[in-house]
T-cell receptor
């Protein structure tokens, strides 16, 4: 089936540290891949996306590259800030299925000053 | 900036009671969704809705669940007889149109607690 597995948290980093949150997927067909972020008390917000192999999504200093050979979409940021503290969800959607998104379990990131 | 809103933010109910979770999608959106997240677990797709009918539903969305768009703005999720295991965060989402470039916008969620 179609699913996403992401690195378990929680992750605690100091400000300006390098962040990696691993995400791998299993899919039949050609999925689009997403990272969503959930700040405390808020809904899920799209952080970045990639719709085909080798695409790199980027936003707010975060990046993720769609790697078909390793079925991965790892989230990275070179220097995290306290304001990046949130829960991060990796997700996929099949190319020809407009309805069903599959999410990972979420990774809670806490950045300390 | 337009956003998806949900009410209430927290609903507490007794097992066996009916609950209705309300969502107001973004006004020009055509596709509507409900997801749930049991505490500490992944976000799970429940149902999608387009053109006044369910277009897809997951195995979670059994006969106890129903959705409705009673007017031009609200999109509701009803659970007829709640069970303890229905306790979760429920997210509504909407999308303007089909197509890979169109993202789903999520509401802040309603936390349902079944006692």
């Amino acid at each position: 089936g179609n699913s996403v597995t992401q690195m378990e948290g929680p992750v605690t980093l100091s400000e300006e540290a390098f962040l990696t949150i691993n995400c791998t997927y299993t899919a039949t067909g050609y999925p689009s891949l997403f990272w969503y972020v959930q700040y405390p008390g808020e809904g899920l917000q799209l952080l970045l996306k990639a719709t085909k192999a080798d695409d790199k999504g980027s936003n707010k200093g975060f990046e993720a590259t769609y790697r078909k050979e390793t079925t991965s979409f790892h989230l990275e940021k070179g220097s995290v800030q306290v304001s990046d503290s949130a829960v991060y969800f990796c997700a996929l959607r099949l190319l020809y299925n407009n309805n069903d998104m599959r999410f990972g379990a979420g990774t809670r990131l806490t950045v300390k000053p | 900036e337009p956003e998806v809103t949900q009410t209430p933010s927290h609903q507490v109910t007794q097992m066996g009671q009916e609950v209705i979770l309300r969502c107001v999608p973004i006004s020009n959106h055509l596709y509507f969704y409900w997801y749930r997240q049991i505490l500490g677990q992944k976000v799970e797709f429940l149902v999608s809705f387009y053109n006044n009918e369910i277009s897809e539903k997951s195995e979670i969305f059994d006969d106890q669940f129903s959705v409705e768009r009673p007017d031009g703005s609200n999109f509701t999720l009803k659970i007829r007889s709640t069970k303890l295991e229905d306790s979760a965060m429920y997210f509504c989402a909407s999308r303007r149109e089909a197509g890979d470039g169109n993202e789903q916008f999520f509401g802040p969620g309603t936390r349902l607690t079944v006692l």
